[in-house]
């Protein structure tokens, strides 16, 4: 008999790992697979591309075979990682007490936990231990499905009346646009996603470009930090970097930072062991454990926005803050009468920048920052134009001129 595998998972955070280094990243092969053994390997592999169906893309190398995702984010109506959500794991019992209680339960009429119990025996001649049917009956609480009071002594339970038809009301068709919209443009989109599933219903409106679908990989990270940021809690992150060293981190998290170039998202740490913020990858974060209310949560909220003012991107530099303020100014020629939309430009993307007319078609462009070095992809789209580039960052200001005579000498004319 042949091997077999299922499609379900019991730990997504190892499913995400393995789609990430060996799907997304795309470099890895089947010899670099060191989790378990390469049997493992295969089960993982068969069931991913199980998942993931026409998007896989195989390659081969000097070290093998290759995997990796392949699709035009601006042509699907879905994104193709969502399947990995739907596949958890359940035993007998769970989908027994899934569908034995959503039917049993009226939204009215609240019931007792024996009653529920002797209501799945009469009803459908199974016999649950009572213990077993509370578990569920609180696992959906959490979850919304269903509500809970307290009568005496005796705590009842009845299906929860929120829904999306109850809370859409009227606007449901309109409200339904809303989501297929949010399904795939918003962290959480998976929520979207599920709802609309629910409706028997589809995205057919929206195509995003610029569409960064495998974010979505890190949404459970997302919701445990805004959790601890709404709570205004300490958390425990288990953190792999660039180097894959595992390192455990207390801090405070106080803010999400999202590129709009990469759509990749960071979370804006205080960390009271160096006294000082950092910027952490989501996608180098393992876990989130929430910890204890920080006290003096605003006063360093309140920190981080006087800090922010000196960050380009999400690097608050190599120094302490008075000691790390670099600065960079830039001088440009620009057309003042066919050319006024670069100078819009200049005031629209500076940030915490300034621009300033220095004589005609002549403009400068001066910033304070932590990190300088952020700037550098934004100051070179401004290349035949610049006049003139200085920093107290000499390393930034010898790499930009370095840069523009290897590219003169390859463009010289021989």
């Not at 390469?38 to 093998?64: M, P, Q």
């Not at 006063?299 to 690097?315: D, F, M, P, Q, R």
Request: hydrophobic letters at 35%; charged letters at 30%; glycine letters at 4%.
């Amino acid at each position: 008999m042949g091997n077999s595998f299922s499609e379900l998972i019991k730990n997504f955070d190892k499913t995400r790992d393995y789609m990430r280094d060996f799907y997304i990243y795309g470099f890895k092969t089947r010899n670099d697979f060191q989790y378990k053994s390469l049997r493992t390997y295969d089960d993982e592999r068969r069931r991913i591309e199980s998942w993931l169906g026409d998007f896989i893309k195989f390659s081969n190398s000097k070290k093998g075979k290759q995997i990796s995702i392949s699709c035009d984010s601006s042509k699907i109506e879905e994104n193709p990682l969502y399947n990995a959500y739907r596949c958890k794991s359940f035993t007998k019992n769970d989908i027994q007490l899934h569908f034995f209680l959503l039917d049993i339960l009226e939204e009215d009429n609240f019931m007792s936990l024996n009653e529920i119990t002797d209501r799945i025996l009469d009803d459908f001649e199974v016999n649950f231990d009572t213990q077993t049917v509370r578990l569920k009956l609180n696992e959906y609480i959490k979850e919304g499905i269903i509500i809970s009071k307290k009568q005496g002594r005796s705590l009842l339970y009845a299906k929860s009346p929120d829904s999306f038809h109850k809370l859409a009301g009227k606007d449901s068709d309109k409200i339904t646009d809303m989501i297929k919209f949010f399904s795939e443009s918003a962290p959480f989109g998976i929520i979207g996603n599920y709802i609309l599933k629910s409706l028997d219903k589809i995205n057919n409106l929206f195509l995003i470009k610029h569409n960064f679908i495998v974010h979505t990989l890190e949404d459970n990270i997302l919701l445990s930090l805004c959790q601890a940021i709404d709570g205004k809690n300490y958390v425990d992150l288990v953190n792999y970097g660039k180097s894959h060293k595992k390192t455990e981190i207390k801090c405070l998290p106080v803010k999400i930072h999202v590129s709009t170039q990469t759509g990749r998202r960071y979370i804006i740490v205080y960390c009271a062991k160096y006294k000082r913020f950092s910027a952490l990858r989501l996608d180098y974060i393992k876990s989130v454990d929430i910890l204890e209310v920080c006290p003096e949560y605003d006063y360093y909220l309140e920190k981080y926005h006087k800090n922010a003012v000196y960050c380009w991107g999400t690097s608050f530099g190599a120094k302490r803050p008075k000691e790390g303020i670099e600065y960079i100014k830039m001088t440009l020629h620009i057309d003042e009468q066919n050319e006024k939309f670069i100078i819009d430009r200049l005031k629209r993307e500076g940030r915490n920048g300034s621009v300033e007319k220095t004589a005609e078609n002549t403009f400068c462009y001066y910033g304070e920052f932590f990190d300088v070095s952020e700037l550098s992809p934004w100051i070179k789209t401004f290349t035949g134009r610049i006049v003139k580039l200085e920093s107290n960052n000499k390393q930034v200001e010898n790499r930009f001129y370095s840069d523009i005579r290897k590219m003169r000498k390859m463009y010289e004319v021989k």
